[in-house]
């Protein structure tokens, strides 16, 4: 009888595998690979914040050195390519295609003109002496130093930290550009999303909104404290 039994349930049919969290393997990867992204910033950000108030002396005013009306319109620029990639999302899920294509290509033109506007600034902040090493000797900002309106020995941290988190932060952005430009043209524009298919679009959100939200920490913690 144990053997019938036995023989019985190896023959009904295995029992409904319980729903998940329908998270497909693409979405799954990019929200481990945030995790990492976390981690890393995490690492920048605590890094400047302990060498700046560790510093041996006083951190320079940011409206000395950077242009922050800039970059708060650069900060601007950014946030609404974050709700521009919301709107595409919810255009795609809507099935409308032809929006969705439409927000994405804002969402591109945004992001791309963030990282112009980052290299313009980079290049009038070498002009004026501001270098990844601190102040170079003879320009505009060693006068400043040498009039005491800005301090000599910190300027060489203030430097290195300012390019480190930008620059990697601006890299994150243009590699964001890129991918949803590669979305765009293969994926987009030929219509190969649907209403039923969209994860492109999902994930590569995910990524602009994350991108988005780490510009806004930065902008607060480097230009306007």
């Known amino acids: 009888m144990t053997h019938a039994a036995a023989t019985v349930d190896q023959m009904r049919p295995p029992l409904p595998a319980e729903r998940g969290l329908d998270v497909y393997n693409t979405k799954l990867g990019m929200w481990v690979f945030l995790a990492s992204e976390v981690m890393f910033f995490a690492a920048l950000i605590g890094t400047y914040v302990i060498l700046r108030f560790g510093a041996p002396g006083e951190w320079a005013k940011p409206g000395i050195v950077l242009n922050i009306k800039i ?107 890129i991918s949803m430009t590669y979305l765009y043209l293969t994926k987009a524009l030929p219509g190969k999303y649907t209403k039923q298919s969209y994860g492109g679009i999902e994930t590569v959100g995910l990524y602009w909104h994350f991108v988005d939200l780490v510009w806004i920490i930065l902008f607060t913690i480097v230009y306007l404290i």
């Not at 099935?95 to 506007?117: E, H």
């Not at 400043?144 to 000599?152: E, F, N, R, S, T």
């Open 71 to 177: 970059t708060a319109f650069n900060t601007f620029l950014l946030i609404c390519s974050s709700v521009s990639m919301v709107k595409a999302y919810a255009a795609i899920q809507d099935g409308d295609p032809k929006k969705m294509r439409f927000w994405l290509l804002l969402t591109i033109l945004g992001g791309a003109s963030f990282v112009g506007i980052q290299v313009y600034e980079y290049i009038h902040l070498i002009e004026h002496g501001f270098v990844p090493s601190g102040v170079r000797e003879g320009s505009e900002l060693a006068e400043l130093v040498a009039k005491g309106q800005l301090p000599a020995a910190t300027m060489g941290l203030y430097g290195s930290t300012f390019y480190t988190m930008t620059g990697f932060h601006g890299f994150h952005v243009t590699c964001g550009v």
